[in-house]
């Protein structure tokens, strides 16, 4: 009776192992063919190609969350580029890192009265009150990552909200990471519960790496703000907790792993060695520095930041028209040491070699 059970159980082994051959390596087929989808070239203008001619003397105030975020830095520079393009003047507003900071800023920006306001890293739920304050004035608004969707947010009154596709930036971090760690990755995602796109976007790796068969070790909330206080003894104490099981960290933006380096190398880990950092997004200047220096980060999904900066500035011109938005949903990159030297990346940054800044000016006229 033991024996034949045995035998059972051998041959229902024997079996599982048959059917999941096949199965596990379509997964890794799909989710390499998705991070090589990602790490090619963007040479090829997929944007707008008409719209209004520029609004002539504007004043635009930028609210960003926190101008010591890389990503928003980026993005910042844009639309500062693209407003000198088109003619306006530009006014910045730093919320540095709090909610009460943002509303001050916020608060701010309304006395400035400008007609328009750019909303640069932070959810527009947070800030309401004033966001419904600017709709009521008619203060045409726009924004980076004040959702987790791309496009109007139509209760708080934003005409566009510029993002690549989150859950696509996620969903090839997470690949990345599987791929990398040859379908057995163990794996750490930092995360912000302030913020619901960043939460959107770790759920997204959450999903995806157990999709594919890996391991969630744990699910970090901490924020981003304090990230500098809190990533090297929480480095330490994961490293204490979970060893060699600690493939790869997945992080909603690079800016986690500014603080990471240091405790992983007094632990005797390599600057290309495990766990590594793989981000789902911004694409700073630090990651890339990182990421070609194989310095302890892997993999960096960069947006396209100072072309997000550009596309505000026309989707403003195009809120200022009475028109509606461009529809465009800019591309993502996956940067990894392969691939750090092109499209920007002498720069320290994602900017496609497409041609966007010379599209955008035949748009304005300008």
Do not use: C
């Not at 996620?170 to 599987?178: E, I, P």
Request: hydrophobic share 45%; proline share 5%; no cysteine.
């Amino acid at each position: 009776m033991k024996r034949r059970h045995f035998l059972a159980t051998s041959a229902a082994a024997l079996l599982a192992v048959t059917f999941a051959g096949p199965a596990f390596a379509d997964a890794m087929a799909d989710a390499k063919a998705v991070v090589d989808k990602y790490a090619s070239k963007v040479e090829t203008w997929d944007g707008p190609t008409s719209g209004p001619k520029a609004a002539e003397g504007k004043t635009v105030v930028v609210v960003a969350a926190d101008m010591k975020n890389g990503g928003i830095l980026g993005v910042v520079n844009g639309i500062e580029e693209a407003a000198a393009a088109i003619g306006w003047t530009v006014t910045v507003v730093d919320g540095a890192g709090s909610i009460e900071g943002r509303t001050a800023s916020f608060g701010q920006a309304l006395t400035l009265k400008p007609g328009g306001i750019i909303i640069a890293g932070f959810d527009a739920i947070e800030q309401r009150p004033a966001m419904e304050e600017a709709k009521k004035a008619g203060i045409p608004m726009v924004a980076w990552h004040a959702a987790p969707a791309v496009g109007p947010v139509d209760d708080v009154g934003v005409f566009a909200n510029v993002t690549t596709d989150a859950m696509e930036v996620s969903k090839s971090a997470a690949d990345y990471a599987f791929v990398d760690a040859g379908g057995k990755p163990g794996v750490v995602i930092f995360t912000d519960s302030t913020y619901a796109i960043a939460i959107a976007k770790a759920d997204k790796m959450k999903e995806e790496i157990e999709a594919l068969g890996g391991t969630v070790l744990e699910y970090v909330d901490t924020p981003i703000a304090e990230t500098s206080q809190r990533m090297p003894q929480l480095t330490t104490t994961l490293l204490q907790k979970y060893g060699d099981q600690w493939t790869h960290s997945l992080a909603i933006n690079d800016i986690y792993f500014d603080f990471m380096g240091p405790s992983l190398a007094a632990a005797g880990i390599a600057g290309d060695g495990a766990p590594k950092s793989v981000a789902a997004g911004d694409g700073s200047e630090s990651a890339y520095q990182r990421i070609r220096a194989k310095q302890y980060q892997s993999v960096t999904v960069a947006e396209p930041l100072n072309l997000q900066g550009w596309q505000l500035v026309d989707e403003l011109n195009r809120a200022f028209s009475g028109e509606a938005w461009s529809g465009y949903v800019s591309p993502l990159h996956v940067v990894t040491a392969d691939n750090v030297e092109f499209d920007g990346g002498p720069k320290n940054t994602f900017d496609p070699d497409n041609g966007y800044r010379d599209e955008y000016k035949k748009i304005w006229g300008k």
